[in-house]
Every structure is written in C-alpha cells, then in structure tokens.
T-cell receptor
Framework: EDQVTQSPEALRLQEGESSSLNCSYT??????LFWYRQDPGKGPEFLFT???AGEEKEKERLKATLTKKESFLHITAPKPEDSATYLC????????????FGQGTELSVKP | NAGVTQTPKFRVLKTGQSMTLLCAQD?????MYWYRQDPGMGLRLIHY???????AKGEVPDGYNVSRLKKQNFLLGLESAAPSQTSVYFC?????????FGQGTRLTVV
C-alpha cells in the first residue's frame, strides 16, 4: 500500500535556527515526490517536485532532497514568515496523477 | 487569472441534507481532484477525474458522488450528509506535475 509519513508533526524554531523536516514514503513505482506549503485557512501551495534519488531543488531558504526511501526539506536560517504547515506527497506510476499526502509538519518560527 | 475557485467557502448542513460543492478552474487542466482534510489525517483523496466525462474513486469515496460534465468544472455531491463528513474540502487541478489547489470549503454537519 502506498504510504507517506512525515516527521515531526510539529517543529518550533527560533529565527535563524536551521533544521530539517522528514518525509518517508513507500510507493509502488515513484513518479514524483512533491512538497507543498499550506498557510492557515488556505489551500496548499506548490514548492518542489523531485523525480529521482539524489535530486535536489532549492528555493530561497528551502532545499529539498530525495533518496529511495525518504525526502528531506532543509530550512536554513528560517524567518517567521516561513511558519506554515509543510506537506509531502507522492505520485505513483499510475494514470490519474493522484497525490498521496502525508499528515504534514507544522512549523513555527519565533523571532 | 482566478486559478481554482471553490463555491461555497463555508456551509453548515443538518444531518440528512444534501448539497453540492462546485469547483471551477480556468487553466484548461485535464485532471481534477477532490480532497478532504481532517486534523491528524492529512489530505485524503475522495474522487478524481482524468478528463471531461470521466470520474474515478479515490481513497475515501463513500457518501460522495462527483460529476465532470464540463472540463472546467468538477462537482462534489453529498446525498445525505453525516457528521463524519464535517471537514475542509479542497479541489485541485493539474496538467503536469504541479497541482493547483482552491481555497477550500469548510463544511460542518450538525
């Protein structure tokens, strides 16, 4: 069964304190792994797509990496505006493009 | 450019009532999805569509029906609402790897 598990469930950081979020997955043929950001009361917003082990993507203070079993979202010197829930999702080698989501990590960055 | 628009944004239903949630996208995307989001459960796929006139069941389809009569619209119906269907519902559309989400519909069934 395709499954995505994110850890930790919640993470509190001080401004400037770098850390990483984890996304572990099991899927019958990975087509892609996705990271989304979700602010309270809003829909998820696309951040990155990773397709193969060893691939890395960066955007401002965020860097996503991928192995055969997990993905990390590294946050370097975070700012309060980085506070949000970060969602990981996988897409299997099936028609339909449907995404299987993890439960998310709620990140809080205090000034 | 509106992207993905969901109607309504909030709704309170009584148990047994029916309603339809509307999702409209103006990006000419082939794929559309309905998810529900519950605390601690993440986003779970209810139904999806790979093109006009097609629909398929997702992870949690029971109690819901969908229709995709026009490419730009994807309707989610609740025939007889139950308290277990209290949730935030998100519609999404995609053409390539990136999915675009609407702002969500907060539904409460009392």
């Amino acid at each position: 069964e395709d499954q995505v598990t994110q850890s930790p469930e919640a993470l509190r950081l001080q401004e400037g304190e770098s850390s990483s979020l984890n996304c572990s997955y099991t899927v019958s043929g990975l087509r892609g792994l996705f990271w989304y950001r979700q602010d309270p009361g809003k829909g998820p917003e696309f951040l990155f797509t990773l397709y193969s082990a060893g691939e890395e993507k960066e955007k401002e203070r965020l860097k996503a990496t991928l192995t055969k079993k997990e993905s990390f979202l590294h946050i370097t010197a975070p700012k309060p505006e980085d506070s949000a829930t970060y969602l990981c999702a996988v897409q299997a080698m099936l028609i339909g493009g449907k995404l299987i989501f993890g439960q998310g990590t709620e990140l809080s960055v205090k000034p | 450019n509106a992207g993905v628009t969901q109607t309504p944004k909030f709704r309170v239903l009584k148990t047994g009532q029916s309603m339809t949630l509307l999702c409209a996208q103006d990006m000419n995307h082939e794929y559309m999805y309905w998810y529900r989001q519950d605390p601690g459960m993440g986003l779970r796929l209810i139904h999806y569509s790979v093109g006009e006139g097609t629909t398929a069941k997702g992870e949690v389809p029971d109690g819901y029906n969908v229709s995709r009569l026009k490419k730009q619209n994807f309707l989610l119906g609740l025939e007889s609402a139950a308290p277990s269907q209290t949730s935030v519902y998100f519609c999404a559309s995609s053409f390539g790897p990136e999915a675009f989400f609407g702002q969500g519909t907060r539904l409460t069934v009392v």
